[in-house]
DNA sequence: TAGTTGACCGGAA
DNA sequence: ATTCCGGCCAACT
């Protein structure tokens, strides 16, 4: 049974437009817990869902922050995405 | 039930 | 600008 907060997180992380990136801390305030970003992360790297782009997330400052599938993969994906200047 | 961990954040040194 | 420290929250042991 997953908690209704990793549940919203997902949601939220689907709904992120490609070519933009949304902080750990903003995915946590939708799903309802502003300062539950630590949390959000710990989410995550439990999530291997591919319907979820948790690539988008990164962290609010600036840095990529991490990835299940490696910090390398991510950072080509965001590039591809233009979410990243350079 | 209680203690530890970690894809974090913000402020201080 | 970089490094260190405490705090917050969910999941794991």
Redesign the pocket.
């Known amino acids: 049974m997953?908690?209704l907060?990793?549940e919203k997180v997902r949601e939220v992380v689907r709904s992120i437009p490609k070519g933009e990136t949304l902080?750990?801390?903003v995915v946590a305030e939708r799903a309802g817990?502003p300062?539950?970003?630590?949390?959000?992360?710990?989410?995550?790297?439990?999530?291997y869902d591919p319907t979820i782009p948790?690539?988008r997330?990164i962290?609010?400052?600036g840095?990529l922050?991490?990835?299940?599938r490696g910090v390398s993969q991510k950072r080509e994906i965001l590039l591809e995405e233009g979410a990243i200047c350079k």
């Open positions: 997953k908690s907060f990793a902080p750990y801390m817990n300062r539950a970003a630590r949390a959000v992360g710990t989410i995550m790297k439990n999530n948790c690539h997330v962290r609010s400052d840095a922050g991490g990835y299940n």
